[in-house]
């Protein structure tokens, strides 16, 4: 079993950066697939980055690309999404998942652990 504690989020101003992390439990970590996923109020769920287990590949969602960058440190057991130019539109509390399977990393619905949230804020 994995758990999965997030930080770093806050209150900040567009285009300032921002920089997450997800540390997490277990030895398994790096066994792990990672992703981050982002809620705003009203809205789903959505996939904003993942990383494979190895830290080789990276996927993001358009709307990120460019902006954001995941990383890992499977040493410190940690997840990282480096949040740059900020948007009020990145409003949202952002969480951390991990999954077994290294693949299909845009659905929620396939992680098996999930993170508590961090909340992160962009005023206009």
């Known amino acids: 079993q994995v758990q999965l504690v997030e930080s770093g989020g806050g209150l900040v101003q567009a285009g300032v950066s921002l920089r997450l992390s997800c540390a997490a439990s277990?030895?398994?970590?790096?066994?792990?697939?990672m992703g981050w996923f982002r809620q705003a109020p009203g809205k789903e769920r959505e996939f904003v980055a993942a990383?494979?287990?190895?830290?080789?590949?990276?996927y993001y969602a358009d709307s990120v690309k460019g902006r954001f960058t995941i990383s890992r440190d499977n040493a410190k057991y940690t997840v990282y999404l480096e949040l740059t130019s900020l948007k009020p539109a990145d409003t949202a509390v952002y969480y951390c998942?991990?999954?077994?399977?290294?693949?299909?990393?845009?659905?929620?619905?396939?992680?098996?652990?999930w993170g508590q949230g961090t909340q992160v804020t962009v005023s206009s």
């Open positions: 277990g030895r398994t970590f790096s066994s792990y697939a």
């Open positions: 990383i494979n287990w190895s830290g080789t590949r990276t």
């Open positions: 998942a991990a999954k077994a399977l290294q693949s299909n990393y845009y659905s929620p619905a396939l992680y098996d652990y």
